[in-house]
């Protein structure tokens, strides 16, 4: 089992990191490098990207932040109440009422007070039974997100097309930038409905898939359900935006999405849904995978698309096979799945757990000619991110945040929860057996950590990987491995 | 046996399997013996309505009128066994209830007459109302596949299980509108009753909770009976299906028809198994089944597979393709009718036009003016052809205008109109079939790059024929 010990070189202060040749890695002192565009060799055609710069107010979602600039005026309990119920629900209502702010009818009170209570142990029984239940809304999302630090994040998720050059990337202000190889180009995904007043029906984005063999379709996760968007007309000028909006009862917020190999099926889990949905997003059908127990948090088809991965919030996984849609069943001893990621030949499956600095592989590949019935499959260990402390400058490794493993699985990329390196592991994956080894550490500008990792795939002719980082100052790195 | 009974056959055979589902769910639902020979006779009538709801090839008609005139009787019979399920399980249950009640008062019935309990009546009422009110929702029938293909036994489990659930709900509102309808005629009802068959009701109340607590369980029966058994249905047909690629000379169990058969098959339903079955050996890592459609026939070593499959395949897309333009040039020319109907309707009354026109041109022959105008046609017509011609437009605008006041009377477009776009929704409405079929063959074509040997796609590709139905829908969304 390798470790963070086992690398040969550690990042020096001051440095960053901008490219990979050779095995070698490239690396310059900060001030000779432009700190908005960290492109280097070879990437010409690749946008310039600082979100930071390009929102001209940070909006963000909560509505509590929204709220401190208004004004309160005087209005009457009932009007209060109503106002409350509409926007906060139930419980909010009942609690306004319970502690109203002036002299009111006191049996009014009385009888608030009764029910809330009563609603309260009601609450904890039910929390008694499913903890998950606590975290709702923006707090599930915050802690079941790929991204680290979600809610204040500029960059809320990043997501290349498999098959053309178009980068997507969600923003803080839950607008969608679509960059394309024409850098004149940007086209900015939001939606607005009128109901009684203006709303972003986009919000809170989770998660975003572009749908294989099509070039324009985007599937977007956020609070109210899936975003499926169509982007014509790109190159001709001004473009033209569709979307459809996919919703399902309890279906909310989207935590997690993932087409299938061929595009026809969606998969979508959500934090206050046991079920996972199977969409048919032409038909705006879906059918659901019934499992009794805690929602799902993260979901993942392997590459040949014969593999559905889907993790819960709690500490059963399973993996499903796609022609008869079976699960197998596989349960943690302690903590939740925070990342995963399949092998390119959907053989090996890697993950990190919430509660261990240690990546696990499960292999899928039909080995079964010496194995017993009395021999369990289990979950290799095979790298052991435990923090290491260095000499020079802060420690480095800790809990994994996220893991992105490129498509010819030559390359692994860990991020931290509390470390703003990234881990790269060299890796090579036959049919029996995973090999991996240290490669080295990617280190942003100051104090600057990686929200979002993920690898653009190989296309046209480029033969290379690019590694896109989204740093938490708004600014998008691409690291190619040449 | 023919191909097309062969074919009704895999269906039929799928209905006996969701009947006997669906009779042993009966047992499942707390149905007693005695109450299990009337009940399963409505359930295989209604078997029989849902299977033969599945056999039949959907058509499409233009006005509600012609829907009425063609499907009337099958409609009505449809809605008569809703009803007939209905009153069977209500009878059921009224009978639970009266075996329940051992003290019977009947101080509101004369001596000589029989005496009925008002619950029994209420009961089964509410048994013809709540199954009314399925037929009407819901209908017999879903046409939509499932999306994924899950083990028989897992689908209907989860299947019955939301049923179930959903059921509970759903039956509340129409419980609630059927006491207030109840409420508000039950009196007459009873009245007509006793007068028609010379009983007299034990008088019961519509407030009693235990009453409305009985009816809502039967009307809970009632819509999870009847959706359990179309979902049977469902789950039961939609099964997924290998169709063997090529004909087997040995006897085997393998289903006896070939995809490419299946997919010419006249029913929908054996068609879409057939295309959805395509598309899954078409998109499989698995290439077994695909090295048959690309291997040379043994003797003759001809591409026969391939070349009828495709042949089959891109025949049903042409045919949809037709269809779909014809819809989209019928939608043009009633844009075309529209918007020469509007020139009609100018505002400047047509007395008025006509008679300008009249005075213009007897100003030009006065001082010799000639039309200079390049583009203009030039008209050769004496004055007696430009009357005849008047008098056509007149004959038009009227007619026009008569078939305006007509469709706009009330009820009339209702029954005897066309929708803009009604016919193209049809074509619509099912495409899941052509999707798949379009999907399998784009598919075939790329794995052929690897796996077909002797290059018999390559050959035979006819790389347009895809598209068209992209170009149509193109069309159809600019």
Known sequence: MVSLRD????????????????????????????????????????????ISRELHSHATTSHDENKTVLIQVYEPLIKQLTRT???NGFEAALEKAANPESETNTVAVSIARFVLRVVNICKTVQYYYHPYRKDRGIFSISKFAQTRDWSRSFI???RWHPNIFKLAVAACDDSIRVYTDEKSTVVVLKVWLMHGKWNILQKCITSMEWRPLSHNELAVGCENGIIIWNITNVRTGKPITRYVNLTHRNHSPIISLEWDKAGMMLASASTSDSDILIWCPDSQRNDPLKRVGPPSSLLKFSPDGERLFTSTVGSVFRVWNTHDWLPERWTLPNGTIQ?????????????VTSEEPILYSLQFIEQQLFATASLAKQALPIADLSKIELSNQSDIGGQPQSLAWDSKGQHLAISFKDCSSIALFLTSVNKNMINIAPDCFIVGIGTTFPSYICFQEPYKDSSHSVLTIGWSSGVVQYFPFV | ??????????????????????????LLLLTTIVWLVPLLAVVLLYGICIGHEYLRKPHYYPTRALWIYYTAVRTCTVFAIHVFFGIVTSWMHSNYANAAETEINEPSCEQSRYCANETSLMSILCGVYVSSYYFYVKGPTVTDFFIIHQNIYIRARSSLVTILRSSA???????????????????????????????????????????VFDLWIMSTHILCNMSSISALFKICIEKSTTFPVMESQIESDSVPITLNDALASEISVVQKLASCDLFTLASSSDATRRLHIFALSIPGGHPYSWISLSTTCLQLMDAYCDQLVKSIEQIVYINKTNASNRLFRSTVPIGVS???????????????????????????????????????????????????????????????GETFSSKIDFHLRDTETISWICQGLSFLAAKSLTEDKYGVVHNSLIPTNCNNSVISLDILIL
């Open chain 1, 339 to 351: 990342s995963a990621a399949w092998s390119p030949c959907g053989g090996y499956l890697l993950f």
């Open chain 2, 354 to 416: 006509v008679a300008d026109k009249v005075r213009f041109r007897q100003y030009n022959q006065n001082y010799g003016i000639r039309n200079m105008s390049l583009n203009g046609s030039y008209s050769t017509e004496t004055i007696a052809g430009e009357q005849i011609n008047d008098v056509t437009s007149k004959i038009k605008l009227h007619y026009f205008a008569a078939k305006t006041y007509i469709l706009n009377l009330p009820g009339i477009y209702y029954f005897f």
């Open chain 1, 7 to 50: 690398f040969s070189s550690f990042p020096k202060p001051g440095e960053i990191s901008l490219y990979e040749k050779d095995g070698q890695l490239c690396s310059l002192p900060a001030a000779e490098v432009d700190l908005t565009n960290f492109a280097a060799i070879n990437l010409s055609a690749y946008p310039e990207i600082n």
């Open chain 2, 169 to 211: 709900f759903q039956s509340v509102g129409p419980l609630f509108t059927y006491l207030l309808f109840y409420v508000a005629l039950g009196s007459s009802i009873k009245f007509y009753i006793s007068a028609a068959i010379n009983i007299d009701f034990q008088d019961a109340s519509v407030f009693n909770v235990r009453q």
């Open chain 1, 85 to 87: 119920f509409i926007e």
């Open chain 2, 1 to 26: 046996m023919s191909k097309e009974q062969i074919c009704r056959r895999i269906c039929n055979i799928r209905f006996v399997e969701a009947l006997m589902y669906s009779a042993a769910l009966q």
């Open chain 1, 156 to 158: 809320r998720v990043m």
